[in-house]
């Protein structure tokens, strides 16, 4: 099993930062990508961030440039900073690990954390 615990979020202003951390335990071989993903009222769940092992990285286009992903691969964390923050990023933020290798059999295995939520509000 793979668990994951999150960390961070809260409320804050229009033009503010929020740092979120999730930290990886368990069955943790062949992580391939961690991510964040989130999820606003009535809407899907929607990819914000991503970063392969490798350090390669991937945001929604409306993050980018705001939001900075990143990984230590020693203590198996990931982590979004988040800054000039707007109403529209207000939403649960879920972290993501995607386990893939000889461990799954080179199938795909997603974990998911248990949800952080971010409110941006004057």
């Keep these: 099993q793979v668990q994951l615990v999150e960390s961070g979020g809260g409320s804050v202003q229009p033009g503010g930062s929020l740092s979120l951390s999730c930290a990886v ?3 943790i071989s062949n992580i391939n990508s961690m991510g964040w993903y989130r999820q606003a009222p009535g809407k899907q769940r929607e990819s914000v961030a991503t970063i392969t092992r490798g350090g390669t990285r991937n945001y929604k286009d409306s993050v980018k ?3 900075t992903i990143s ?4 203590k198996n964390t990931v982590y979004l900073q988040m800054n000039s923050l707007n109403a529209e990023d207000t939403a649960v933020y879920y972290c993501n690990v995607v386990r893939l290798g000889p461990t799954t059999g080179w199938n795909r295995r997603d ?8 409110t941006v509000s004057s």
């Design 71 to 74: 990984r230590d691969n020693a």
């Design 65 to 67: 440039g705001r939001f």
């Design 111 to 118: 974990y998911w954390g248990q949800g952080t939520q971010v």
């Design 25 to 27: 335990s368990g069955s």
